[in-house]
C-alpha cells in the first residue's frame, strides 16, 4: 500500500527531485505536456518508484481543497505527502505549503532548497544550462549525464563518401543543446557506444539543421530504430568552413578529442 507521495512536475528526475523521491513511497508527476528534460513517461527510466501522472488539463480548475481530496481519495492510505520548498497548487496555484497542511490531515513534509556549488538545483537552471552547452554543469545537477533519443532517419549522404559516416536523429520533445559538437555516448541496441555528436545547421554544405552522431572506432550498419545519446561534455561551437577538406580535418580534430574526453 501506498502511504506517502511526492509531488511535482519532475521534469528532469535531478539530483533535487530524487531527493524528494527518496523520501516517498510513489511520486505524483503534475503533467502540464512541456517537460523537455524527460519528456512523457520518459520520467520513468530514472527512478524505480511507482509514477502516477495527473494531467494539468484535468485538475486545473480544482481548489486546492478539491485536490487535496483527490490525492486522498485515489490513495486510500496516504498518510504523508512530500513537496518542494517552493511548492504551489490548485486552480491558479492558489495552493502553498500552509495550505496543503490545512487541508491535508497526514504528515507534510517539505524538502528544502537544494544546491550545486552555490546554485539551486531547478529544472530551469538545467535547462539553461543545456541551451548554453554547459553539459558538465547540467550533469552534475541531473546526478547523470543528460539523453536524448529519436528515430534514424536519412541524412544527405556526404559523411560516409567524404567525411565520416553518421547516423541522422530525428529528435521530438526534447530540449536540445546549443549548436555545436559533443562528446557523447550513443546507445543502439542495448550497447553504449562512445561517439561524437552534431547538433545544428550544417553550414559548411546544405544549411539545414540536423542531429548526427558518428560512432567512435565501430562501423555500424543497417541501424533503423530509435537510438539513444548521452552528452557528456561540450567540444567546440559550430562554424562554416571554407571547403570540405578543412571542415574534414576538423572532423578528424573532434574525432580525437572526443576519444580523449570520453
Known amino acids: 500500500m501506498i502511504k506517502s507521495i511526492a509531488i511535482g512536475a519532475f521534469d528532469g528526475i535531478h539530483t533535487a527531485h530524487n531527493v524528494l523521491a527518496d523520501k516517498a513511497d510513489a511520486i505524483v508527476v503534475i503533467e502540464r505536456n512541456s517537460a523537455v528534460l524527460t519528456p512523457g513517461h520518459k520520467r520513468a527510466n530514472y527512478t524505480k518508484k511507482p509514477i502516477f ?10 481548489t486546492p481543497k478539491e485536490f487535496i481530496d483527490l490525492l486522498v481519495e485515489n490513495f486510500k492510505g496516504l498518510e504523508e505527502i512530500v513537496v518542494g520548498y517552493d511548492f504551489g497548487f490548485g486552480r491558479d496555484k492558489s495552493g ?8 491535508f490531515e497526514g504528515r507534510v513534509t517539505v524538502v528544502e532548497m537544494i544546491k550545486y556549488e552555490d546554485t539551486a538545483i531547478h529544472s530551469r537552471i538545467i535547462k539553461n544550462y543545456i541551451r548554453e552547452g554547459k553539459i558538465k554543469e547540467a550533469n552534475k545537477m541531473l546526478s547523470r549525464s543528460y539523453q536524448i533519443g529519436g528515430n ?18 530525428d529528435v521530438a520533445g526534447y530540449l536540445l543543446p546549443k549548436e ?10 542495448n550497447i553504449w557506444h562512445k561517439s561524437v555528436s552534431f547538433i545544428g545547421h550544417r553550414v559548411s554544405t546544405d544549411g539545414k539543421f540536423a542531429v548526427e552522431t ?27 568552413f571554407e571547403n570540405l577538406d578543412d571542415l574534414k580535418n576538423q572532423i578528424d580534430k573532434d574525432i580525437q578529442k572526443a576519444k580523449e574526453l570520453l
Open 53 to 62: 501522472f495527473y494531467h494539468l488539463d484535468k485538475i486545473k480548475d480544482l
Open 152 to 169: 534514424i532517419i536519412k541524412g544527405q549522404g556526404l559523411g560516409s563518401k567524404r567525411f565520416v559516416p553518421t547516423l541522422n536523429i
Open 180 to 189: 555545436g559538437i559533443y562528446a557523447t555516448q550513443t546507445k543502439i541496441g
Open 96 to 103: 502553498n505549503i500552509s495550505t496543503l497542511e490545512e487541508f
Open 214 to 240: 558518428h560512432i567512435i572506432d565501430r562501423e555500424i550498419h543497417g541501424v533503423k530504430d530509435l537510438i539513444e545519446i548521452r552528452f557528456e561534455q561540450f567540444i567546440r561551437e559550430n562554424r562554416k
